[in-house]
T-cell receptor, first 114, second 112 residues
Framework: DTEVTQTPKHLVMGMTNKKSLKCEQH?????MYWYKQKAKKPPELMFV???????INESVPSRFSPECPNSSLLNLHLHALQPEDSALYLC?????????????FGEGSWLTVV | SQQGEEDPQALSIQEGENATMNCSYK?????LQWYRQNSGRGLVHLIL?????REKHSGRLRVTLDTSKKSSSLLITASRAADTASYFC????????????FGPGTRLSVLP
C-alpha cells in the first residue's frame, strides 16, 4: 500500500478563517513533507518532518503552521491567509529523510482563499 | 534556487512516437528522480537513478544520467495518449541533504 491520503480535496476559505489540511500515511514512513504548487509551476518545499520533528522550514510565513501528531499524521493549520496562498498543497512521505528514498505524494488539497 | 531545469518546457507528439525530455542541474547530487503529474493531480514517482548509475529502464521508460554534464534525460518509447502529463525531475542535492528540489517540468501532449 503506497498511499498518502489528503483531506479535504478542495477547500475554500476566507482570509479571516482558520482551517486545517490533513495528511495520513500507513507505510511506516518516518519523513513527511508539505509542498505548495501554483498552476503550471513545480512543487515548492514548505516543511519537512523527520521522526515527528520539524527538520526543515523553508522560510514559510507563520500563517502556515505544520503539526505532526504522530508518525502517520501530518497537519497544516491555516490562519489569516492571503488570496495569493491559493494553490495545490501536496503532502508526501518517504521511508526516511536520507538521500535515496523515494518520496510518495498524495493527490493534494486544492485551496482557494477568497 | 532552482536546481533542476527541464527542456523542453512543452512537447507535443503523435501517439506511437518517442518522447525525450531533458533535465539539467547545477550542484552535485546524490540521486535524481523523475515524476509524472496529471493535470491537477498528485505526483507519481517514475524512476530513481543514483549518482553512480548511468542508465535505468522501467517498462517504456529509459532514464540516463550524465554527472559530468549535470544532466539527465527521460525517454518514453511508443507513447500513448495516457502519457499526456507534466514530467518533473527532482534532485536530492548533496549539499542540501534532504531538501528535494523540482525542476520547472515538461508538459507532454500525446495526440491520438
Amino acid at each position: 500500500d503506497t498511499e498518502v491520503t489528503q483531506t479535504p480535496k478542495h477547500l475554500v476559505m476566507g482570509m479571516t478563517n482558520k482551517k486545517s489540511l490533513k495528511c495520513e500515511q500507513h507505510m511506516g514512513h518516518r519523513a513527511m513533507y508539505w509542498y505548495k504548487q501554483k498552476a503550471k509551476k513545480p512543487p515548492e518545499l514548505m516543511f519537512v518532518y523527520s521522526y515527528e520533528k520539524l527538520s526543515i522550514n523553508e522560510s514559510v510565513p507563520s500563517r502556515f503552521s505544520p503539526e505532526c501528531p504522530n508518525s502517520s499524521l501530518l497537519n497544516l493549520h491555516l490562519h489569516a491567509l492571503q488570496p495569493e496562498d491559493s494553490a495545490l498543497y501536496l503532502c508526501a512521505s518517504s521511508l526516511g529523510s536520507l538521500s535515496g528514498n523515494t518520496i510518495y505524494f498524495g493527490e493534494g488539497s486544492w485551496l482557494t482563499v477568497v | 534556487s532552482q536546481q533542476g531545469e527541464e527542456d523542453p518546457q512543452a512537447l507535443s507528439i503523435q501517439e506511437g512516437e518517442n518522447a525525450t525530455m531533458n533535465c539539467s542541474y547545477k550542484t552535485s547530487i546524490n540521486n535524481l528522480q523523475w515524476y509524472r503529474q496529471n493535470s491537477g493531480r498528485g505526483l507519481v514517482h517514475l524512476i530513481l537513478i543514483r549518482s553512480n548509475e548511468r542508465e535505468k529502464h522501467s517498462g517504456r521508460l529509459r532514464v540516463t544520467l550524465d554527472t559530468s554534464k549535470k544532466s539527465s534525460s527521460l525517454l518514453i518509447t511508443a507513447s500513448r495518449a495516457a502519457d499526456t502529463a507534466s514530467y518533473f525531475c527532482a534532485t536530492d542535492a548533496r549539499d542540501y541533504g534532504q531538501n528535494f528540489v523540482f525542476g520547472p517540468g515538461t508538459r507532454l501532449s500525446v495526440l491520438p
